[in-house]
């Protein structure tokens, strides 16, 4: 019930594409989305998050969209740099609870 | 602000040593959480405190795991005795006072391998 699955593991993306990262869960309880962004040697960093009364929510060049009735929300970069490299959780969690994260999508931008 | 700030940034000991992780949140920050990053079990909470209180040990995987905060500005994780099956890298992450729905601030992390 307090999963998070995320896919894909890894990806690949050309300079300029749109990569698009899934996540879905199951405790309809969860009140909260954020995404963080990791990358090597460093600690994870929170990119943006949504809460469910919204289904889209943009922060510069990063979009979460957020389907309430699939019990899914996913990330998407437009214009991806090569500097998007990283490793990008997903994760939830109910208003005064602990966070749940997703397994976590390895990103690569290729010039 | 300087961060949140963990030391060491890495540690190698030898099975059945103690280890003791240390971490000082950001200035202000309510809450406080230990992390561990596994390339098998990913990002699991171990534990959290709010104003230095322990809120949440559920995640701790055994009783040789223990953690402090004596005081606002610093925190321990203490593994004792050490298994290679600890090895993994320890996050320390601090929070202003919404807890969880609040954004949560990383240190750097400290890596540790247990031989």
């Known amino acids: 019930q307090q999963q998070v699955k995320q896919s894909p593991q890894s990806l690949i993306v050309q300079k300029g594409g749109i990569p698009i990262i899934n996540c879905a869960y199951e405790?309809?309880?969860?009140?909260?989305f954020p995404w963080y962004q990791q990358f090597p040697g460093k600690g994870p960093a929170l990119l943006i998050a949504i809460r469910p009364d919204v289904s889209e929510k943009k922060e510069g060049r990063f979009t979460i969209s957020f389907n309430k009735s699939a019990k899914q929300f996913s990330l998407h970069i437009m214009d991806s740099q090569p500097g998007d490299s990283a490793t990008y959780f997903c994760?939830?969690?109910?208003?005064?609870?602990?966070?749940?994260f997703g397994t976590g999508t390895r990103l690569t931008i290729i010039p | 602000d300087a961060g949140v700030i963990q030391s060491p940034r890495h540690e190698v000991t030898e099975m059945g040593q103690e280890v003791t992780l240390r971490c000082k949140p950001i200035s202000g920050h309510d809450y406080l959480f230990w992390y561990r990053q596994t390339m098998m079990r990913g990002l699991e909470l171990l534990i959290y405190?709010?104003?230095?209180?322990?809120?949440?040990d559920s995640g701790m995987p055994e009783d040789r795991f223990s953690a402090k905060m004596p005081n606002a500005s610093f925190s321990t994780l203490k593994i004792q005795p050490s298994e290679p099956r600890d090895s993994a890298v320890y996050f320390c992450a601090s929070s202003l006072d919404r807890g969880f729905s609040d954004t949560q601030y990383f240190g750097p992390g400290t890596r540790l391998t247990v031989l």
């Open positions: 405190f709010n104003n230095n209180v322990p809120i949440d």
């Open positions: 994760a939830a969690s109910t208003r005064g609870e602990k966070l749940t």
């Open positions: 405790n309809t309880a969860f009140d909260y």
